[in-house]
């Protein structure tokens, strides 16, 4: 199976040649093992996964001689190295004492499928020595080769009328996932995927945790999945679930830690006097096509026969394509915006450069777009003032055009097609 590019590759090589040790999380099966094992930075890898009883076995019971054995002249890959804690304090002493023999440059690459915040023995022995990055399952751009990231296109590029082909959106989210199932049209989603969340909450889960009955996480993943997109109430939620309070946020923060969901904050600028705005969080799906496994629901039948349910899967598919881009590029926050002096002015997503310049996106799952389609983005442009780069409102039709000052109709292909 021949190699594809991901996105996070570059600023992987760039980081490998420029600091000592790198943490590179994300989704069990996205691509993490794969991705580590092509980086050519000038050093020969010595990969090693923690799945394998043995390597495992070595590290926990003498993690000492484990790093010990490890060749110096190569860049030592090591999968799964949340099954290890035993490693952790073993890996700063090792890094302080050749880091700087080695010019900083990579002595270890770390992947796990739990956020590095879900490990604090990790990131309590390795700060300041620790890069982390995360990886996602394929991007649009990325199982159909064009290599785009559409963030660093929006800011470098300015945008101008053209016309794209139709898309086939059911397709595109439908192979916007996991590699495996991406790329072997032979497997069964249904079964793939069921085995995936039994993995996930067998294994991974407690991990992570002392869980006693991991069921309870499935049935939180279910009530979630009927608020994708949404502003998420806990309250709600908690009833829904009859998980009490402490549980609950355990038992979110774990959903979170193992990238099963993300979610993102009210964009707000404390700087600004007379501007108050929802403190609640939007929640979304790491993979929609989980999404749509949760819900038990089939893609195509949605999108023919329920155009609601379909909207939000629709933004859900934009706001991990979203993250996907963002977490390739340095420095990049993605938030929402939801001002409480205007209601009903909410902006699907903001994603903000490291210098302060802003680019708002409005989600529309439909093919013609009028003038109420683009007024919340006015009240987002006068909000940020001169920050304020671009707002794009992505919807499935097939014209880029302009439909205000600043403000564009973008059809869903820019996301993955080259100029």
Same mark, same amino acid.
Request: with cysteine.
């Given at each position: 199976?021949?190699?594809?590019?991901?996105?996070?590759?570059?600023?992987?090589?760039?980081?490998?040649?420029?600091?000592?040790?790198?943490?590179?999380?994300?989704?069990?099966?996205?691509?993490?093992?794969?991705?580590?094992?092509?980086?050519?930075?000038?050093?020969?890898?010595?990969?090693?996964?923690?799945?394998?009883?043995?390597?495992?076995?070595?590290?926990?019971?003498?993690?000492?001689?484990?790093?010990?054995?490890?060749?110096?002249?190569?860049?030592?890959?090591?999968?799964?190295?949340?099954?290890?804690?035993?490693?952790?304090?073993?890996?700063?002493?090792?890094?302080?004492?050749?880091?700087?023999?080695?010019?900083?440059?990579?002595? $270890?690459? &770390?992947?796990? %499928?739990?956020?590095?915040? @879900?490990?604090?023995? !990790?990131?309590? /022995?390795? +700060?300041?020595?620790?890069?982390?990055?995360?990886?996602?399952?394929?991007?649009?751009?990325?199982?159909?080769?064009?290599?785009?990231?559409?963030?660093?296109?929006?800011?470098?590029?300015?945008?101008?009328?053209?016309?794209?082909?139709?898309?086939?959106?059911?397709?595109?989210?439908?192979?916007?996932?996991?590699?495996?199932?991406?790329?072997?049209?032979?497997?069964?989603?249904?079964?793939?995927?069921?085995?995936?969340?039994?993995?996930?909450?067998?294994?991974?889960?407690?991990?992570?945790?002392?869980?006693?009955?991991?069921?309870?996480? $499935?049935? &939180?993943?279910? %009530?979630?999945?009927?608020? @994708?997109?949404?502003? !998420?109430?806990? /309250?709600? +939620?908690?009833?829904?679930?009859?998980?009490?309070?402490?549980?609950?946020?355990?038992?979110?923060?774990?959903?979170?830690?193992?990238?099963?969901?993300?979610?993102?904050?009210?964009?707000?600028?404390?700087?600004?006097?007379?501007?108050?705005?929802?403190?609640?969080?939007?929640?979304?799906?790491?993979?929609?096509?989980?999404?749509?496994?949760?819900?038990?629901?089939?893609?195509?039948?949605?999108?023919?026969?329920?155009?609601?349910?379909?909207?939000?899967?629709?933004?859900?598919?934009?706001?991990?394509?979203?993250?996907?881009?963002?977490?390739?590029?340095?420095?990049?926050?993605?938030?929402?915006?939801?001002?409480?002096?205007?209601?009903?002015?909410? +902006?699907?997503?903001?994603?903000?450069?490291?210098?302060?310049?802003?680019?708002?996106?409005?989600?529309?799952?439909?093919?013609?777009?009028?003038?109420?389609?683009?007024?919340?983005?006015?009240?987002?442009?006068?909000?940020?003032?001169?920050?304020?780069?671009?707002?794009?409102?992505?919807?499935?039709?097939?014209?880029?055009?302009?439909?205000?000052?600043?403000?564009?109709?973008?059809?869903?292909?820019?996301?993955?097609?080259?100029?």
């Amino acid at each position: 199976m021949d190699y594809i590019y991901r996105l996070l590759e570059d600023t992987l090589k760039k980081t490998v040649k420029t600091r000592p040790l790198i943490y590179l999380n994300g989704p069990r099966q996205c691509g993490k093992s794969t991705l580590a094992q092509n980086i050519s930075v000038g050093k020969k890898l010595n990969y090693i996964t923690f799945d394998n009883p043995v390597h495992l076995a070595f590290a926990r019971n003498d993690p000492k001689g484990f790093l010990q054995q490890l060749p110096n002249n190569k860049l030592n890959v090591m999968d799964e190295v949340q099954l290890a804690p035993e490693l952790f304090r073993c890996l700063k002493i090792a890094v302080d004492e050749k880091r700087l023999a080695d010019k900083n440059r990579a002595l $270890y690459v &770390l992947t796990g %499928s739990a956020n590095i915040f @879900a490990l604090p023995k !990790l990131a309590d /022995a390795l +700060v300041g020595r620790l890069s982390v990055l995360t990886l996602y399952p394929f991007s649009a751009s990325e199982i159909k080769g064009t290599n785009v990231n559409f963030i660093q296109k929006l800011w470098k590029d300015d945008l101008y009328p053209r016309k794209y082909p139709r898309a086939n959106i059911v397709s595109i989210i439908s192979n916007a996932t996991f590699p495996e199932i991406a790329l072997d049209k032979r497997k069964n989603r249904y079964n793939w995927f069921n085995d995936y969340i039994t993995t996930l909450l067998q294994r991974d889960v407690r991990t992570l945790a002392d869980i006693k009955n991991p069921d309870k996480i $499935y049935q &939180l993943l279910v %009530s979630l999945s009927q608020r @994708a997109g949404g502003l !998420l109430n806990n /309250a709600n +939620v908690m009833k829904e679930t009859g998980l009490d309070a402490k549980t609950y946020e355990k038992y979110k923060a774990l959903c979170n830690n193992t990238f099963l969901i993300f979610e993102l904050p009210s964009w707000t600028k404390p700087n600004r006097l007379n501007k108050k705005f929802v403190k609640q969080k939007k929640l979304y799906f790491t993979d929609t096509s989980l999404l749509c496994h949760i819900m038990q629901r089939d893609m195509e039948d949605v999108y023919k026969n329920d155009k609601t349910t379909m909207g939000h899967i629709f933004e859900n598919f934009i706001a991990a394509e979203i993250m996907k881009a963002a977490k390739s590029l340095d420095s990049f926050n993605v938030s929402h915006f939801n001002p409480v002096q205007n209601q009903g002015k909410e +902006v699907d997503f903001i994603i903000e450069s490291p210098d302060g310049k802003t680019v708002g996106i409005e989600v529309k799952l439909d093919g013609t777009i009028n003038e109420k389609d683009w007024t919340n983005m006015n009240t987002l442009q006068e909000t940020i003032g001169s920050g304020f780069l671009k707002g794009i409102i992505i919807y499935t039709g097939t014209d880029l055009v302009q439909v205000s000052r600043k403000i564009w109709a973008v059809p869903v292909q820019y996301l993955w097609m080259q100029e």
